[in-house]
């Protein structure tokens, strides 16, 4: 299984961007998306969540600004991040726990798959 980040890039304060994640290989079933971001010199922080069934979860710092949202037929999942800020400078990493399967055997249970990170930059 392979987690592939992409849409990353500079933009100015206030402006938009749309960060996807596409999961690809032997895929069950995806349980917790997640997008977390670490700035230079700080540590990684959880951005924002999305279950199976039920509602989001954001940062206080996001929280109006930032929307996740999933496609389970698609493997996908994607932010969108409007209303950008100079402190949302940071390397953007998606996150799934999934469960595989290895021929006709599924995992019992779900595992922690990392995308590359993606650097997003705003300028002020």
């Known amino acids: 299984v392979q987690l592939q980040a992409s849409g990353g890039g500079s933009v100015q304060a206030g402006g938009s961007l749309r960060l996807a994640c596409a999961a690809s290989g032997n895929i069950f079933s995806i349980n917790v998306w997640h997008w977390y971001r670490q700035a230079p010199g700080e540590d990684r922080e959880v951005v924002a969540s999305?279950?199976?069934?039920?509602?989001?979860n954001y940062a206080d710092s996001v929280k109006g600004r930032f929307t996740i949202s999933r496609d389970n037929a698609q493997s996908t999942m994607a932010l969108q991040m409007n209303s950008l800020k100079p402190e949302d400078t940071a390397v953007y990493f998606c996150?799934?726990?999934?469960?595989?399967?290895?021929?006709?055997?599924?995992?019992?249970?779900?595992?922690?798959?990392w995308g590359q990170g993606t650097l997003v930059t705003v300028s002020s």
């Open positions: 999305i279950p199976a069934r039920g509602s989001a």
């Open positions: 996150n799934a726990d999934i469960r595989d399967y290895n021929g006709t055997r599924v995992s019992s249970t779900f595992k922690d798959y």
